[in-house]
T-cell receptor, first 114, second 113 residues
Framework: GAGVSQTPSNKVTEKGKYVELRCDPISGHTALYWYRQSLGQGPEFLIYFQGTGAADDSGLPNDRFFAVRPEGSVSTLKIQRTERGDSAVYLC????????????FGPGTRLTVT | GENVEQHPSTLSVQEGDSAVIKCTYSDSASNYFPWYKQELGKRPQLIIDIRSNVGEKKDQRIAVTLNKTAKHFSLHITETQPEDSAVYFCAASRGTNAGKSTFGDGTTLTVKP
């Protein structure tokens, strides 16, 4: 079946602009995670959804970052007033209750803030 | 919160040799430890995982060992091949469907033919 997909694959934006990054999890996966990966580092946790609700948003760096998952499937990560330090690859992952905590990653969105 | 440290940051081996990557974690409540392989520009892919009720797990040329008392776990790759060259990440998380994983900073493995 289809894996986790993310759009766009690349996004270049100017400092101060608003961006939205989309994640389509594997069908039926109730858990969805957003991570951020900077060059030479491991993925850094941002937020975790179980169904429609954010079960843990402790990784969001500040109030410019927000994520939603209104119908328990697709999720959107929203970044306001982007800064150059927001440049990174944003990864989404999903997992199922039956699969334990095995997380399947999407290809990521490379965000560049100029 | 959880802190995961991974060593070495780079590792170069000859084809056919073994490679070992080690990770330590700080949260004694962590009980799920996956390993991911990430090729350049690609997504992380799970290659093996271990839960805290098991000390060792093998899958063909790959094995993972876990020492809960010492809070460390290791990835072992035997008979390495050039296609094993990639960045490997360890991670730790609490329990089944308990949310976030905390990742190490990765090991760049180069297998020389």
């Amino acid at each position: 079946g289809a894996g986790v997909s993310q759009t766009p694959s690349n996004k270049v934006t100017e400092k101060g602009k608003y961006v939205e990054l989309r994640c389509d999890p594997i069908s039926g996966h109730t858990a969805l995670y957003w991570y951020r990966q900077s060059l030479g580092q491991g993925p850094e946790f941002l937020i975790y959804f179980q169904g429609t609700g954010a079960a843990d948003d402790s990784g969001l760096p500040n109030d410019r970052f927000f994520a939603v998952r209104p119908e328990g499937s697709v999720s959107t990560l929203k970044i306001q007033r982007t800064e150059r330090g927001d440049s990174a690859v944003y990864l989404c992952a999903s997992s199922s209750l039956a699969g334990g905590n095995e997380q399947y990653f999407g290809p990521g969105t490379r965000l560049t803030v100029t | 919160g959880e802190n995961v440290e991974q060593h070495p940051s780079t590792l170069s081996v000859q084809e056919g040799d073994s490679a070992v990557i080690k990770c330590t974690y700080s949260d004694s409540a962590s009980n799920y430890f996956p390993w991911y392989k990430q090729e350049l520009g690609k997504r992380p892919q799970l290659i093996i995982d271990i839960r805290s009720n098991v000390g060792e797990k093998k899958d063909q040329r790959i094995a993972v060992t876990l020492n809960k008392t010492a809070k460390h776990f290791s990835l072992h790759i035997t008979e390495t091949q050039p296609e094993d060259s990639a960045v490997y990440f360890c991670a730790a998380s609490r329990g089944t469907n308990a949310g976030k994983s905390t990742f190490g900073d990765g090991t760049t493995l180069t297998v020389k033919p």
